[in-house]
């Protein structure tokens, strides 16, 4: 559907005050967000309806509101298909205003990288040389940083001067996990728990009492209790109890928040109710910085 810039104006910013309060809305409150006379955004808004862009709606809290074909000529989609991707300017979110499609523009040149950033809801706040974030977005949690570069208020989109792009790849735990479960007995000495760590390479591992995992130890807990003069001991002594775990068939979106909330740097992995490795926050840094810098 071929639109004058005139209605692609008055249709955007009508679709990103409706998205803001969520509520038809007034002409006058159009005409004004786009610094034009109510009369002409009146007549528009006949135009727009004989084409079934907008609807009207009665009454003293009536107004218009953006039907679906609306969205599909702006070529937006409507957001109650998915989720929103949050915009943040200088460390505040735009409440309202949702990413809809993000182009990496100047990849091949070595001096700088842009994108264009398409957004549903009101770009005018923004102007040249503004922190501001994209993301994460809702499946692979791409999140962008960076600075506005140039703004377009016809098309609603922003021209962003990337400074940093971080994606989290979605694979479940278990491809990067450990699947040699080295364990250690709850009656071991803290000197025989150091060995068989350093031997395997490892900084904590499942402490088992008979076939049960009972709690999990790390050097770093060894390391406190040596500080603290208690050499004698073993490792029921020093290691901690609850065991935090994780399904085998989770993302590492999810391993990087368990382990955030519970502050450690190991999960248990777990599959068909049986352990069967370690996860680290070491582990998935590596998938996350896969470069070699050798």
């Known amino acids: 559907m071929e639109l004058t810039p005139t209605q692609c104006e008055i249709l955007n910013a009508l679709i990103n005050l409706y998205q803001k309060d969520k509520s038809a809305v007034k002409g ?3 005409a004004s967000a786009i610094n034009r006379n109510p009369g002409t955004i009146r007549n528009q808004m006949q135009s727009l309806k004989a084409l079934e862009l907008i609807e009207g709606v009665p009454g003293p ?7 679906s074909r609306a969205y599909a000529a702006l070529d937006y989609e409507s957001f109650d298909e998915g ?3 949050q915009i943040f300017l200088g460390g505040e979110q735009i ?3 949702t990413a809809t499609e993000i182009d990496l523009t100047t990849l091949p040149q070595p001096d700088q990288c842009k994108a264009t950033i398409r957004i549903l809801g009101d770009i005018k706040s923004f102007e040249g040389g503004d922190e501001i974030q994209i993301g994460p977005t809702p499946v692979n949690k791409m999140l962008i940083r960076g600075e506005v570069a140039g703004r377009d208020d016809l098309d609603n989109k922003l021209i962003i001067r990337i400074k940093e792009i971080h994606s989290i790849p979605i694979i479940p735990v278990k491809q990067i996990s450990s699947d040699n479960l080295i364990t250690i ?5 803290i000197q025989s728990a150091t060995s068989k760590m350093y031997e395997n390479n490892i900084k904590g591992a499942p402490v088992v009492q008979g076939m049960e995992i009972v709690g999990m130890v790390t050097l770093t807990d060894i390391a406190k209790a040596v500080g603290e003069g208690k050499v004698e001991i073993v490792v029921e ?4 109890r609850e065991i935090i775990s994780i399904s085998g068939d989770s993302t590492l979106d999810d391993a990087m928040i368990k382990l955030d909330e519970h502050d450690i740097s190991r999960l248990l992995v777990i599959e068909d109710g049986e352990p ?4 680290t926050m070491r582990d ?5 910085v896969p470069f070699n810098f050798s």
């Open 28 to 30: 006058e409150k159009v």
């Open 61 to 67: 809290k009536g107004g218009y509101k953006p039907t």
């Open 83 to 85: 989720e929103p991707v």
């Open 95 to 97: 409440e309202g205003a």
């Open 185 to 189: 007995d709850h009656s071991e000495s």
């Open 237 to 240: 002594d020093v290691m901690t």
């Open 276 to 279: 069967t490795g370690i996860i």
């Open 284 to 288: 998935i840094l590596r998938r996350l």
